[in-house]
């Protein structure tokens, strides 16, 4: 039997009085990278935020639909319930620029009490930062504030700073889109990593067919705001059933 981390069921969203997303159905395999791909301005991002209750924080939003998260909806609970166990990354890098690196990542673990120990807050420090493939080049300055940082290392530090909860699923809001490509080939490999050996559920969020055939099992391809053809990425990347979706894959989208 399948197992699902994620199922998003006839999700409606309004922000005012436009209709952003219409009727998104999709699901998500457990222990996979889900890659939900399209142009600009057709929604993908509003479906991470539906998923983790950010839109809850939006006083024009309206949701109409079910997300469900192991078999829980997401608008039973509370949100930082389900924040608790969903780690977001935004496009933009944005670690707290005013505390050292190392209480980047151990800030979470100290509020949600997830270690008892100095000892154990040192250990998940450091797995955090090695699974964002960043250990290595902050280990010896793990006290500096992360301003002296380059962005692509931001980025990785906010990638460090989310895997730090142990979440079970993470989102990642286009994490590539505003670094140099080595640090974007290394966020890629951290992805996959995190997904092989720790057992985490990755949804993905790019504009960049490639990037989605290099990284994701399953592809969701968007255009305004409805879903217009899923299924596994072998599938849909070499035959499309839709002309639009070969047309995004030609990067003529």
């Not at 673990?109 to 902050?138: F, Q, T």
Request: hydrophobic residues 40%.
């Amino acid at each position: 039997m399948v197992e699902y981390a994620v199922e998003v069921n006839d999700l409606h969203v309004w922000l005012g009085e436009r209709h952003i997303l219409q009727g998104v159905t999709f699901r998500c395999p457990e222990r996979t990278v889900t890659a939900i791909m399209g142009p600009s301005g057709t929604g993908k991002s509003t479906v991470l935020r539906a998923i983790n209750r950010l839109l809850d924080l939006n006083p024009e939003a309206k949701v109409r639909g079910r997300v469900k998260i192991f078999g829980v909806d997401v608008y039973s609970v509370e949100p930082y319930v389900v924040r608790r166990h969903v780690g977001m990354v935004f496009q933009e890098p944005n670690p707290f620029p005013h505390i050292s690196i190392y209480d980047n990542v151990a800030l979470g673990p100290k509020l949600h009490g997830i270690v008892r120990s100095k000892k154990e807050l040192d250990e998940l420090v450091k797995w955090a930062l090695e699974k964002a493939m960043l250990w290595d080049e902050v280990k010896n300055r793990l006290y500096d504030l992360p301003t002296k940082l380059s962005g692509g290392q931001k980025q990785r530090l906010s990638l460090a700073r989310a895997l730090a909860l142990k979440p079970r699923i993470l989102l990642l809001d286009e994490p590539t889109a505003n670094i140099d490509p080595v640090n974007a080939m290394k966020i890629e490999e951290a992805i996959k990593s995190i997904v092989r050996e720790e057992g985490i559920t990755v949804i993905l969020v790019t504009h960049m067919p490639a990037q989605a055939v290099r990284i994701s099992d399953f592809l969701v391809f968007m255009y305004k705001g409805k879903v217009v053809e899923q299924g596994p990425t072998r599938d849909v990347a070499l035959h499309p059933r839709s002309e639009l979706t070969e047309r995004f894959m030609r990067g003529e989208l």
